[in-house]
């Protein structure tokens, strides 16, 4: 792969400079939000490599990573390119790493981590002894439980392998039809099999419970809010945490008050990215509704401060959106690009200043102070991030002009398709 990322900047370095030059004398402490922005890393999930599909169909791109290790290497290709994208998320069994070592190896010659593993007992896999088509950790037979019990503490164990440190457990248990399911026998059963996963978790390691309003079910969901994925968390003890997909909503929800009260009381522990205009659209980070990406950010900042938290380390910050006709790498360099703005507008918010305008009932201002934040233009306090640790100063044209896609579409064939999805 010929990737000249010096070469390529040399163009746009005077350009650069003079732009970050503005910002630093228009705005305070620009140093230490670019410090901020170098060490924030989102973890890029391995089934977004490929085209997504929709139920109606799926169209391949050309030249998509046919096993792990070429997703390593797509993944290892944009953190070049951003220097954000320096992890990896596993969703177990699309990709499973057969040799736990020489897969880490190889992630670490990119620069890459192993971040949460994903379980998946939503489908059934060729092979598999008991069908899900009713549910996992619900199921009204204890058997069913326990091969899903099963699935997701192997799960576990892979993930120790790679040098993973927690676990994300989403359900699409739930049922379709009123009637279909007691609610109470439904929860009770979940909960009774989070135990036991929970039970299997090292010390070390956070388990996450992530919620869906509806879909596949469309009745009723077990974990459909995130009131029931903190009631879960809270009575399976320290180590259980909510986490939040921003798809994952009934529409208008207010997904940044959610996030401030589940900070308050120490239980979110993982985020997911993307965006949507109706249901669980899966799109592209910021690309419908940037103002809300930023009141996000802004209540994130402003939690994790207040309990002393590592923006950078102390949430599991991943991508989750696939879909059917951007080509997935350019897709994921714009989402990542769309959460370090939002990132940067947040750490610009005047907070001493927010508070005084909230304590004087002044609506107007404290409306003025977001708004000033989230108009500012931080572009080029972001690439001069990625310009000092080696990254491309504009990501996705570099990915154009250095030809990267038709270099893939070399060394794999056009007809190359991705596993998973
Ligand atoms: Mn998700």
Redesign the pocket.
Known sequence: MELNIAEYNSRFEAAQQKAFDHCSHQLQEVEAIVDKLIRFQVAIPSWALGTGGTRFGRFSGAGEPANLEQKIGDIGLLHALNRASGAISLHIPWDIPEDGNAIKQLAASHGLVFDAVNSNTFQDQPGQLHSYKFGSLQHVSKTIRKQAIRHNIEVIRQGEAIGSKSL?I?LSDGSCFPGQLNFRHAWQNTFESLQEIYAALPPDWKLFV?YKAFEPNFYSMTVGDWGQSLLYASKLGPQAYT?V?L??HLPNANIEQIVSLLLMENKLGGF?FNDSKYGDDDLTVGSINPYQLFLIFSELVEGMDERGMDHASDLAW?I?ASHNIKDPLEDLLQSVEAIMIAYAQALLVDRPALLQAQQNNDVVQAQEILQTAFRTDVRPIVAEARRRTGGAIHPLDAFRKLKLREQLIAARGKNSVATGL
Request: charged share 30%.
């Open positions: 994300t989403w992530e986490l997909d798809g994952h997911h991943m989750d």
